[in-house]
C-alpha cells in the first residue's frame, strides 16, 4: 500500500508518497525529487534545508533534471548548439527544471510503486529551443529508488541533446567519504583549465571538486564510514558522470545554501555530457536513468 499528500512548500507544489518504509518527496516544478529516505536511517537523497522553492527558480536540493543540455551551453558540443534557435544568454542546465510538469500516472503493484510525470506539450517547443521533444521522467519505489528520463524526438530531424540527473545525496561529512569505481577513469578537471587526466584510487574530498568523468562503468558507490552505509548507484543508458562539491568559498558565495552545507552533501550526476551526448534520430527514443539503493557496510 500506499499513500500520496500533496504539500506546498513557499510557493511550490509537491507530493509527499510513501511505499512501505520509503518516503519520497517530489516538485512538479521540474519533476524533481527533493528527498528519499526509508525508515529511521539517514536520508540518502539531500533536501537541503535552506533551498528556495519559487516558481521559475532551480531548486538546489535532491535531483534536478538538466535538459536538453547540462551545465555551460557554451560548453556543450556544437551539434547541441546548433538546436538552439536564440540570441539570448542560455542558461545553464537546460529549459525544463523551472517549468511545470503533470503527474500522468501513479500505480501501486504491491511490492513497487510506480510514478510518471510528463513535460507538458509545447506548440513550437521550448523557448529558443524549437524541437518536438517528448519528455517523461519515470520513478519506481521498491527496496530501491529508480529514475529514469527517457526522451522521443518526434520530430522529422535529429535532434542532439546532452543531460543530467543531477543528484545531491546526504552524507555525514564529505571530508570523511570516498567514491568507488572511478580508479583508472579519465576524468576532465573543470577547475584546471578542463584538463583530462587519469583518476588513480578512489576519490576522497580535501578541496572543491567539479570532475566530468568518462566512460564510466555502470556502478559507482559513496562510502560512508561514520553512517555505516554505502549508497550504490547503477546507471543506465550513461557513460559520464559529474562529480561535484563546492567546499568553503562557493558554498559561502551561494545563497541558497548554509555555510556548512556542503559538508552534508556530494552530487555524483548521472549525465549524457562530452563526447556522451545523444542524437536521436526521428521517431528514436533514448532513457537515461539510475538505481540508488542504500547498504551496511560490512
Known amino acids: 500500500m500506499y499513500h500520496i499528500e500533496s504539500v506546498t512548500l513557499d510557493e511550490l507544489e509537491c507530493w509527499h508518497f510513501q511505499h512501505g518504509q520509503a518516503q519520497l518527496l517530489v516538485a512538479k516544478q521540474g519533476a524533481q525529487v527533493l528527498s528519499y529516505q526509508v525508515g529511521d536511517e539517514p536520508p540518502i537523497v539531500w533536501l537541503n534545508d535552506k533551498a528556495q522553492f519559487k516558481h521559475g527558480k532551480g531548486i538546489r536540493a535532491g535531483m534536478p533534471v538538466c535538459w536538453p543540455w547540462f551545465g555551460n551551453f557554451a560548453r556543450n558540443p556544437d551539434s547541441i548548439q546548433a538546436m538552439r534557435h536564440s540570441d539570448e544568454p542560455a542558461g545553464a542546465h537546460g529549459l525544463v527544471r523551472t517549468r511545470e510538469w503533470e503527474l500522468l500516472e ?66 555525514s561529512d564529505v571530508r570523511s567519504v570516498h567514491v568507488e569505481g572511478v580508479d583508472g577513469l579519465t576524468y576532465i578537471e573543470t577547475l584546471d583549465d578542463w584538463k583530462r587526466v587519469q583518476q588513480a584510487g578512489d576519490l576522497t574530498f580535501g578541496a572543491e571538486t567539479d570532475r566530468i568523468y568518462l566512460d564510466v562503468p555502470p556502478e559507482l558507490s559513496i562510502v560512508d564510514a561514520h553512517w555505516n552505509r554505502s549508497i550504490r548507484l547503477t546507471s543506465q543508458g550513461s557513460r559520464s558522470a559529474v562529480i561535484w562539491n563546492p567546499w568553503i568559498d562557493k558554498a559561502a558565495a551561494l545563497g541558497d545554501m548554509a555555510l556548512d552545507g556542503w559538508q552534508r552533501m556530494l552530487c555524483i550526476e548521472t549525465a549524457n555530457v562530452m563526447d556522451d551526448i545523444i542524437t536521436l534520430a526521428p521517431g528514436a527514443s533514448h532513457t537515461m536513468g539510475v538505481s540508488i539503493s542504500s547498504h551496511k557496510l560490512a
Not at 519528455?135 to 535532434?159: F, G, K, P, Y
Request: proline residues 5%.
Open 106 to 171: 501513479v500505480d501501486d503493484a504491491g511490492e513497487a510503486l510506480h510514478i510518471e510525470l510528463g513535460l507538458p506539450h509545447i506548440e513550437g517547443g521550448l523557448p529558443g529551443w524549437p524541437h518536438d521533444v517528448a519528455l517523461t521522467l519515470n520513478i519506481r519505489l521498491d527496496t530501491q529508488l529508480h529514475v529514469s528520463l527517457t526522451s522521443h524526438n518526434r520530430s522529422d530531424i535529429a535532434v542532439s541533446i546532452s543531460q543530467a540527473l543531477h543528484s545531491y545525496f546526504a552524507v
